[in-house]
């Protein structure tokens, strides 16, 4: 992975976390694994809305499916999710770091 898509993934991962949305559903899924309508219910918001949320987290890594059952014979199985075991640890030290890395790379 390249310095600048590390800094893309920083980048994406701190937009992702600065929604309260996003940060409720992961608080909420942490307690227990839940399926998209739960969250939906639970949050008090449309259901599109809660799965575009929870798509967000499940592209970034930062939520997992953990189980799925079929509720009604026919119909798609029910998943639920989880929070990845993940750790973001955020200093001037590292910012500068990753950015300095990339502009050596264009000077050297």
Do not use: C, W
């Amino acid at each position: 992975m390249n310095d600048n898509s590390e800094k893309q993934k920083m980048v994406k991962m701190l937009k992702a976390l600065a929604n309260p949305i996003r940060l409720k559903m992961i608080a909420s899924l942490h307690e227990k694994p839940k399926n998209v309508y739960a969250l939906a219910k639970e949050l008090e918001i449309p259901y599109p809305l809660a799965h575009l949320h929870l798509n967000g987290l499940k592209k970034l890594g930062l939520v997992k499916e953990v189980r799925a059952e079929q509720k009604v014979k026919g119909l798609p199985s029910v998943k639920y999710y989880a929070p990845s075991k993940f750790e973001i640890v955020l200093t001037p030290e590292t910012i500068g770091k990753l950015y300095a890395e990339s502009e050596r790379g264009k000077n050297g």
